[in-house]
């Protein structure tokens, strides 16, 4: 397949590469196409000042659109319902959902004429990830015959009915009545003219209907920038195990279970645990270190800036994860490609990155449950380290084969050749299982 072949529009809302989260995966994916094919890529003026800091240029290989006029009022008003930026999400991207479709009314008002002279075999829209957003541009490509691909689209992950006061903790209240989103206009639109919906979890891909089944693919939502994380830990530490937490400090990271599992073990001089991240919980996490005299062993870092945390990072053992609700898990893939271990919860994002070959799942269950599982794992790491060497290489060519962003973009390529040039319809990985919860 020729490089610069395909000339697609890439339409992500959020994607800026000084950001974390949805922007830098939203960026990391278009900067992936643009090295791949043709790609020009449509995002919101937000992103502007940073896509030019990482030298490119508007009108040449990006095009902002202006949406402040909706965007900032709702986002105070997110805020405020929220009371802040880091928790209740479903509430954020609900009311984003309601104001989404201006934006790609705006994006079709730029691009309709190039669009109908046939400038772009494909339009491929990456964010929003949310299932829930809806589209005006899905109708209207179909009209003129331009393939439209959605996606990864990625969320929907039940809440664990093992822990209900996460829920609460999280402001997650309109999680209950989330279904209503399909009453959304647009909603239908992108489900029944979209061309091909890329589906970014097994949660995701269960919930789209059956008779669109046949436009459906399955690619998981994340995937790392080798060039942020290309050092490899390849000796364990002599002395103690060393474990690492990346991520926001909010209730449903769980990094409080972290810490009380570890704690008997970090006490006998046996592991030490660095965390890095900030978030509403850092208080209280830093409360719970004191209350359990773990100051010496435990250590809250802060946020560390993407560039410099591989550096921190490959400095570790073991990766200790236990979120208990996570979409995606994109810091998952991180360690791995560190060659950092990852110990995640057998639920959603993490468990369809990680398997026995190259990690640790933990089973789902009650939190003094779930801490027993953590402790006994690290024990039995701790009894014979060596049980993390073909761990550690497994880890790291899992990513290198099916999760770098350059290997998103050969995939997003396939999908573009099912499209338009009539090949077999793209299987990157196997059929997902079913992971329904009563």
Known sequence: MSKKKFKVLVIAEAANPEW????????????????????????????KESIEHFG???????????????????????????????LGWTINTALQSLIYPYFERCVWNKF??????????????????????????AKKLKTINVPFVVGPLNGGVPWPKEFPEMQKKE????????NAYKLLPGYRSLRNNATAIVCGSKATLEQMPVDIKHK???????????????????????????????GRLVPYKACDIAIESIQNLAKEGKVTLDIYGNGPEEQKLAKLITELNLEKYVTLHGFVPNTQLQNELVKADVF????IREFGGGVVLEAMALGIVP????????AELVDEK????????????????????????????DLLKEKRINAIQKVDNLFTWQRKAEQDLLIYNWLINKEDKPDFFNKPKNIKRI
């Open 171 to 178: 402001k997650e209240w309109l999680n209950t009545i989330r």
């Open 320 to 323: 200790l994860f236990p979120s």
């Open 112 to 137: 309709k004429e190039l669009l109908k002279d046939g400038e772009y075999d494909v339009v491929h829209r990456i964010t929003p990830v949310s299932p829930t957003a809806p589209s005006y541009l």
């Open 56 to 86: 490119w240029k508007e009108g040449v290989e990006f095009t902002s659109i202006n949406t402040e006029k909706l965007a900032k009022p709702i986002h105070k008003l997110s805020q405020l319902i929220r009371g802040g930026g880091n």
């Open 216 to 246: 459906l693919v399955y690619q998981p939502e994340n995937a790392i920038d080798i060039q942020r994380f290309s050092l490899k830990n390849s000796i364990c530490n002599e002395h103690h195990l060393k474990l690492a937490f990346v």
């Open 20 to 47: 974390a989260s949805v922007p830098l995966v939203g960026w990391s994916h278009a900067f992936a196409l643009s090295n791949a094919c043709q790609a020009h890529l449509v995002t919101q003026i937000r992103n």
């Open 358 to 385: 190259c990690g640790y799942l933990i089973p789902m269950n009650k939190r003094a449950q779930v801490i027993n599982s953590i402790k006994y794992i690290i024990e039995e790491i701790i009894n014979d380290k």
């Open 343 to 350: 110990i995640v919860m057998d639920y959603a994002g993490p």
